[in-house]
């Protein structure tokens, strides 16, 4: 990866001038360096990657070019002139908007009324509610919404909202937008969607950064790629010019072959398996599906989105999509050689299955509790005496899972919420741990967690499985299913197409089995 260019090196190279441009801007917090003489130019008609770890520096760059935070040295530059922001207000003004994680509708207003919210225009003097709704309609119909400038902001979905929030962007016609991990709370079939728009923005000709730890997404989006590291820029290039181990090895200092664990020799397994599935069926989910996972063994999931991995894993924690609950989930579920009826979650915990879903924030934590609450959900009797809960007693199981864990956070009685997607899935991981279990589902497990916390992750799933538990791994990020699995199993349409031993499979098999390139006949993952 090549350093960062010049700030001026557009005149000289041709390339078009930033419509928005920091030079040498460091910002400190007392004594604590956040940037540190950072330089970067974002140009107009381009979807530009910002990309580092947390604590890289990115929402602080983020901060200082939206007016939030003063810059403590270094200049911003709009349009090749030197600027000074107030208030972010400024920065609207001169069309530099930030679309943050945390969406900024008003649900009790239309979506007309967010868009205009501050700026309501006037027509004799009064309120002009039919020019809101034209303008309104005319940005949502450019972005291919299915819902009108009518529609209360809170009767929307995640993804319909954040639409929303691009068309308020679009509304104060916008040079630069900034997007802060933009697919953090989008479900998977959500995701084309929003890159579409993106793209069309850039068509348009807006600047966008584009900000996430999705390597894939940023790979397929962004025209050029920025990676930070402890408040520096490392560098700025062409995506076409560089790579992702390239893009990792600037954000963590090792390559992406570097991130996975090695490997423990595989041994010699007389005892049943731990989890054993044969001719489990789910109408319009999957279909005869047989697989079987070790003790001490990452059986990898690979597929497309809608390939049937998620219901596979639901209906094996007894929480099948639809049609009729568990009870219309057919085959065989064994756990060490014994069938079990998997009715319920209940079922499914007393079998020794845990889950850890794709959705972590709304399947998997109750955000407004401490971790302590959270890590004692699956156990609240076991921690209880006489029916009534043992505060120490859960206090001290959940010191005991932020310690075995590297959970980051103040106290036990921190909000979950107030954590970072790293520590927010390391408690996920702590309440089943700390439950105990025999057989870890593991839907998506780092989506949305930066690099480091990535490496953490996988360490102590090597960890897991050498003292002896079971993971079933779904990913579609195909170097962490092909880097941590032992074996490897790939689904399309509901059914297993391809079994392999990780040493025999390429991601470029992967993917063509799970596009249908090869006609195969049902395979079983045993």
Not at 7 to 36: C, H, I, N, W, Y
Not at 98 to 114: F, G, K, T, W
Not at 259 to 286: I, N, Y
Not at 444 to 456: F, N
């Amino acid at each position: 990866m090549t350093a960062a260019p010049s700030p001026d090196s557009a005149a000289t190279t041709g390339a078009p001038a930033p419509v928005v441009e920091v030079r040498g801007v460091s910002k400190r917090f007392g004594v604590v360096p956040a940037l540190t003489d950072v330089s970067v130019g974002f140009r107009r008609g381009e979807i530009h990657g910002l990309v580092g770890e947390n604590g890289a520096g990115k929402s602080t760059l983020t901060k200082i070019i939206a007016g939030a935070y003063p810059p403590d040295a270094g200049e911003i530059l709009v349009d090749g002139r030197a600027v000074s922001f107030g208030a972010p207000a400024a920065a609207l003004d001169l069309g530099i908007v930030v679309i943050y994680q945390e969406l900024s509708l008003v649900p009790e207003l239309s979506i007309a009324a967010n868009l205009f919210l501050g700026h309501e225009p006037r027509r004799l003097g009064m309120l002009d509610e039919r020019g809101m709704r034209r303008r309104t309609n005319e940005l949502l119909r450019r972005l291919g919404a299915g819902f009108d400038a009518g529609r209360l902001a809170g009767e929307l979905s995640v993804a319909d909202q954040q639409l929303a929030e691009i068309a308020r962007a679009l509304n104060r016609r916008s040079q630069l937008i900034v997007m802060d991990e933009p697919t953090a709370a989008l479900p998977a079939e959500a995701h084309e969607n929003l890159f579409r728009v993106v793209r069309s923005l850039r068509e348009h000709g807006t600047a966008v950064v584009y900000i996430s730890h999705e390597l894939p997404d940023v790979f397929g989006l962004c025209d050029r790629i920025t990676v930070m590291k402890d408040g520096r820029l490392v560098a700025t290039t062409e995506t076409a010019e560089t790579t992702r181990d390239e893009v990792i090895r600037g954000m963590v200092g090792r390559r992406l072959g570097e991130l996975f664990p090695a490997r423990r020799p595989r041994r010699a397994e007389s005892a049943p398996p731990a989890l054993e599935v044969e001719g489990l069926s789910l109408s319009k989910h999957f279909a005869n599906v047989g697989l079987r996972v070790e003790r001490g063994e990452v059986l990898g999931l690979a597929g497309l989105v809608g390939s049937g991995r998620t219901s596979l894993a639901r209906a094996l924690f007894g929480n099948p999509p639809g049609f009729g609950g568990p009870r219309a989930v057919r085959g065989t579920i064994k756990v060490h050689g014994r069938a079990v009826k998997i009715r319920g979650v209940r079922d499914a915990i007393r079998a020794g299955i845990a889950y850890v879903p794709e959705a972590r924030k709304t399947d998997g934590l109750a955000l407004e509790l401490g971790i302590a609450d959270n890590i004692a959900l699956p156990q609240l009797r076991e921690l209880a005496a006489h029916g009534i809960t043992r505060r120490g007693r859960e206090l001290r199981t959940a010191e005991e899972q932020m310690e075995a864990l590297s959970i980051r956070a103040p106290s036990v009685t921190t909000e979950t919420g107030n954590l970072s997607g790293g520590n927010q899935q390391k408690v996920v991981l702590g309440k089943w741990l700390s439950r105990g279990c025999d057989v870890l589902l593991l839907d998506e497990p780092t989506r949305g967690i930066d690099i480091g916390a990535k490496v953490e992750i996988y360490n102590l799933l090597r960890r897991l499985t050498g003292d002896g538990l079971a993971i079933l791994l779904i990913s579609s990020d195909m170097p962490e299913v092909l880097g941590l699995s032992d074996r490897l199993a790939v689904m399309r349409r509901g059914r297993i197409v391809g079994a392999f031993d990780h040493s025999d499979v390429s991601e470029e098999d992967v993917i063509r089995l799970a596009l249908g390139a090869e006609e195969v006949p049902d395979v079983d993952a045993a």
